[in-house]
């Protein structure tokens, strides 16, 4: 079955240490995103990725790494720099950029204490 | 940038028909998409409007105004598995989606 996988479900950190979050996808989509959701509110965009080997910050990139070294796999790094990272945080991939429909994994709940 | 706005909250009853409405300020804006979230789960993708006028999908509708910069999602028939949080999101020129910040949808039955 094709679709975007993210792990763990649930994560728990002490504050200061880095943490790096899964995304993976089997759509063939050129495109993937990062988005970070706190409760009760919308999506914000954190990285997004039109090609492999390049990517472009979203509008709260900072304290937050990426990379992009093959298309299926977008790994976020949250950074101790990122002040207040505890939140539910998505991955979307999309065909080509296009951004018509955006096809989102399942999450990952960070926790840090 | 962009910026969208929609009702924090909207309760219906079974069967009715409700209209989550969405207003958007924005520069370079292609188009206007939607998503339904349940509790703690992924958004689904529901529609998008690239074009003014109104897109049908079963149940669901769409409808963009570029002259007012708005747009709605029309719920029919709704169900009790229609409760859940609805976002509208802009696309802009470089693809981008700018999400609102959601409408929690409570259907009473």
């Known amino acids: 079955d094709g679709g975007i996988t993210q792990s763990p479900k649930y994560l728990f950190r002490k504050e200061g240490q880095n943490v790096t979050l899964s995304c993976e996808q089997n759509?063939?989509?050129?495109?993937m995103y990062w988005y970070r959701q706190d409760p009760g509110q919308g999506l914000r965009l954190i990285y997004y990725s039109q090609i492999v080997n390049d990517f472009q910050k979203g509008d709260i990139a900072e304290g937050y790494s990426v990379s992009r070294e093959k298309k299926e796999s977008f790994p976020l790094t949250v950074t101790s720099a990122q002040k207040n990272p505890t939140a539910f945080y998505l991955c979307?991939?999309?065909?080509?950029?296009?951004?018509?429909?955006?096809?989102f994994g399942p999450g990952t709940r960070l926790t840090v204490t | 940038g962009q910026s969208l706005e929609q009702p924090s909250e909207v309760t219906a009853v079974e069967g009715a028909i409700v209209q989550i409405n969405c207003t958007y300020q924005t520069s370079g804006f292609y188009g206007l998409s939607w998503y339904q979230q349940h509790d703690g789960g992924a958004p689904t993708f529901l529609s998008y409007n690239g074009l003014d006028g109104l897109e049908e999908t079963g149940r669901f509708s769409s409808f963009l105004s570029r002259s007012d910069s708005y747009g709605y999602l029309l719920l029919q028939e709704l169900q009790m598995k229609d409760s859940a949080s609805y976002f509208c999101a802009g696309k802009n020129a470089g693809n981008m989606l700018t999400f609102g910040g959601g409408t929690r949808l409570m259907v009473k039955p």
């Open positions: 979307a991939s999309s065909a080509s950029g296009l951004g018509d429909e955006q096809y």
């Open positions: 759509l063939n989509h050129d495109a």
